[in-house]
Antibody, heavy 124, light 106 residues
Framework: QVQLVQSGAEVKKPGASVQVSCKAT????????INWVRQAPGQGLEWMGWISGYNGNTDYARKLQGRVTLTTDTSTNTAYMELRSLRSDDTAFYYCARTYCSGGSCYSGPCDSWGQGTLVTVSS | DIQMTQSPSALSASVGDRVTIACRASQSISSWLAWYQQKPGKAPKLLIY???SLESGVPSRFSGSGFGTEFTLTISSLQPDDFATYYCQQYDSYGAFGQGTKVEIK
């Protein structure tokens, strides 16, 4: 069955960077993309961007462009999300989720399988 | 960017009730809309995609409708397992989510 397993919780200081990993099993990694979605404690969902598992193409939410980078390692079927210049309002659960792709481009939804979430806390 | 607005933000209902949640897009998104259910401490779960298509394994009491800018999620007969927060998401351009609708026990 499809599984996305994320790395563990992180605590970072303001201005630092964080990288969260998402290992995919149970499907052909190159056939799908990975979306990243975050959720501040007690708040709603925010789409961050997607990356193609086939060719590494990406698309990012305008709000985060310049601070977020999505990458993949196709040898291990793992996706990574790096967020830089962390601020206190970046404190959130970060989720990876599988999405559909076509012709080298992916969709920001629908997300049919999700990781368990990774809590990133930004605090001095 | 496309904005998504859900209503109501919260509702109270009883087991067996018919529940309807609305989602409005700031511009036309055709049928590129999904609905998710999220329970506390858990990742969201996909219920509906392409506005009205039921995800495999999701009970048939869930249904979606709409096109363009106006969409609806309906639970035909609310069950104890359905008390949760529901989100719509457009995937026509980027991937904005609605702010969520919390369904609570009356």
């Amino acid at each position: 069955q499809v599984q996305l397993v994320q790395s563990g919780a992180e605590v970072k200081k303001p201005g630092a960077s964080v990288q969260v990993s998402c290992k995919a099993t149970g499907y052909t990694f190159s056939t799908y993309g990975i979306n990243w979605v975050r959720q501040a404690p007690g708040q709603g969902l925010e789409w961050m961007g997607w990356i193609s598992g086939y060719n590494g193409n990406t698309d990012y939410a305008r709000k985060l462009q310049g601070r977020v980078t999505l990458t993949t390692d196709t040898s291990t079927n793992t996706a990574y999300m790096e967020l830089r210049s962390l601020r206190s309002d970046d404190t959130a659960f970060y989720y990876c989720a599988r999405t559909y792709c076509s012709g080298g481009s992916c969709y920001s939804g629908p997300c049919d399988s999700w990781g368990q979430g990774t809590l990133v806390t930004v605090s001095s | 960017d496309i904005q998504m607005t859900q209503s109501p933000s919260a509702l109270s209902a009883s087991v067996g009730d018919r529940v309807t949640i609305a989602c409005r897009a700031s511009q036309s998104i055709s049928s590129w809309l999904a609905w998710y259910q999220q329970k506390p401490g858990k990742a969201p779960k996909l219920l509906i995609y392409k506005a009205s298509s039921l995800e495999s394994g999701v009970p048939s009491r869930f249904s979606g409708s709409g096109f363009g800018t106006e969409f609806t999620l309906t639970i035909s007969s609310l069950q104890p397992d359905d008390f949760a927060t529901y989100y719509c998401q457009q995937y026509d351009s980027y991937g904005a989510f609605g702010q969520g609708t919390k369904v609570e026990i009356k």
